[in-house]
């Protein structure tokens, strides 16, 4: 199985840095999702590593370290629209289970003036 | 534009009835799937197809139904013996061997 955490809630000051971390633990590993959702809307794809090391796209940056199960979401220069849930989730590479994602239940992020 | 949709937004059933949830995507995906989401949870998987007239369970599929008729629909059956129906169900799909998901907008159900 697998098993998927996240801190529960942040709160960080607009502008400030934000790192959330996701630890994992699972059978079979291909790669590493990070989406932001909005309250009542649908999650928004923002990130994907494959590979270990650091992606980054704009404000957002994430890293995954294979051999340690962990990844981090960096949110740089937050903006008051930033205020969301952040969700890791993992997939498996297994020929019946491509797409098939384990989600964490999300790292509510609050952003204040 | 190509997507997802999910019909409708907001959803009221009596206790009892048997209600289904709609998913249609235009993006010539072959893999979709539901999730359900309650407050303060992750996503949990309910069913998932791969081709169309075949699907499989997910990790929560008790009290559910599906089918895969179409390849651009996946209607999510939520039956008088899921225990506790009221929850944000979420369709996705992706591409075959394409990991990433895109989400329809969600169905609030509540069950009264």
């Known amino acids: 199985g697998q098993n998927i955490d996240q801190p529960t809630e942040m709160t960080a000051t607009e502008g400030a840095i934000v790192q959330i971390n996701c630890t994992y633990q699972?059978?079979?590993?291909?790669?590493l999702f990070w989406y932001q959702q909005h309250a009542g809307e649908a999650p928004t794809f923002l990130s994907y590593n494959v590979l270990d090391g650091l992606e980054e796209k704009g404000r957002f940056s994430s890293f995954l370290s294979r051999s340690k199960g962990y990844s981090y979401l960096l949110l740089k220069e937050l903006q008051m629209k930033d205020s969301a849930s952040y969700l890791c989730a993992v997939t498996k590479g297994a020929t019946d289970s491509w797409g098939k994602f384990q989600f964490g239940a999300g790292t509510q992020v609050v952003v204040t003036p | 534009d190509g997507g997802i949709t999910q019909s409708p937004k907001y959803l009221f059933r009596k206790e009892g009835q048997n209600v289904t949830l709609s998913c249609e995507q235009n993006l010539n995906h072959d893999a979709m799937y539901w999730y359900r989401q309650d407050p303060g949870q992750g996503l949990r998987l309910i069913y998932y197809?791969?081709?169309?007239?075949?699907?499989q369970k997910g990790d929560i599929a008790e009290g559910y139904s599906v089918s895969r008729e179409k390849k651009e629909s996946f209607p999510l059956t939520v039956t008088s013996a899921q225990k506790n129906p009221t929850a944000f169900y979420l369709c996705?799909?992706?591409?075959?061997?394409?990991?990433?998901?895109?989400f329809g907008p969600g169905t609030r159900l509540t069950v009264l």
């Open positions: 197809s791969q081709i169309v007239n075949d699907f």
């Open positions: 699972t059978s079979g590993f291909n790669g």
């Open positions: 996705a799909s992706n591409r075959a061997g394409n990991n990433e998901q895109f």
